[in-house]
């Protein structure tokens, strides 16, 4: 036993001072709170203390990128700074991504109502933070993040995906898109649907696992689309339940064919 608890020890001194996972998903919520206040509970009151939330903001990321020793050789203020600087950029995704819930979902009355609640609008802002790391080669934070938004909606969006503006995720539990999907502008995605890779051989890393879905696609709840050859063409649907692991040209509807079957279980008179 003594030997084990000499191993732990050993762990724990590796671990200390390592950011936790919660502080890393506290500084991506808070500044996620400061572009979208409808989602804070306490309100910036001055151009002052915007800016200075956040100066604050790149001054944890700093602190995490330094501490998590995730990366020794990386260039950590270069990396805030460039993450910083896309912020603005980043920001107007975000509000596409709300804007095509709006206007997609009947249920949604207002831009302000989309933003405080779905959980489709959270887990993308999430990615596109986590994604925009991903692009300055940061490891590991931007999985935690993921994950982070994955543990609160329920959908899971590996941050190396690559995602057009203009996504629009209704309901979205259990929604999974891998790690080498590409997806185009003004997709819709529904709850239940899986982006996801045909062969899991460890060998595939880095490879193009998992499917291409053109601009204007429609894929409803349940599909499940496979492979990194999988093409889905612009403007095409992809209905609920439906198996694919080949590519389908543009303007193509795919249908899953239920075979339910109907009984009249009306009692005699
Ligand atoms: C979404 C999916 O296919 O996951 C399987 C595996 N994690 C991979 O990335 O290949």
């Known amino acids: 036993m003594e030997e084990f608890y000499n191993h732990l020890f050993k762990k724990q001194i590796e671990a200390q001072d390592m950011p936790s996972n919660t502080r890393i998903c506290h500084w991506a919520r808070d500044l996620f709170r400061a572009l979208f206040p409808e989602r804070n509970p306490k309100q910036l009151g001055s151009v002052t203390e915007v800016r200075a939330m956040f100066e604050q903001s790149q001054q944890e990321l700093l602190d995490i990128l330094r501490k998590s020793k995730v990366c020794n050789s990386c260039h950590n203020e270069r990396t805030v700074k460039d993450f910083f600087d896309s912020l603005p950029e980043l920001y107007e995704v975000m509000l596409t991504d709300a804007q095509a819930i709006l ?114 696609v429609i894929i409803y709840a349940g599909a499940t689309i496979l492979g990194g050859e999988t093409h889905i063409g612009h403007h095409s649907i992809i209905g609920g339940n439906v198996w694919l692991t080949s590519s389908v040209e543009p303007y193509t509807t795919v249908y899953h064919q239920p075979n339910s079957k109907f009984i009249d279980t009306k009692p005699a008179i």
């Open 103 to 216: 206007e997609g979902d009947p249920a949604a009355q207002d831009l302000r109502e989309v933003i405080r609640t779905y959980p489709g609008f959270l887990a993308t802002s999430i990615y596109r933070m986590a994604h925009r790391l991903w692009e300055l080669e940061v490891p590991l934070i931007p999985r935690i993040l993921t994950e982070w938004a994955h543990e609160r909606t329920g959908i899971d969006i590996h941050p190396g995906a690559r995602i057009g503006k203009y996504l629009h995720i209704d309901h979205g539990t259990g929604l999974v898109i891998g790690e080498t999907c590409i997806i185009g502008e003004h997709v819709k995605l529904y709850q239940g649907v899986t982006l996801g890779a045909l062969s899991v051989e460890k060998g595939f890393a880095g490879k193009q696992r998992h499917p291409i879905i053109g601009d204007y």
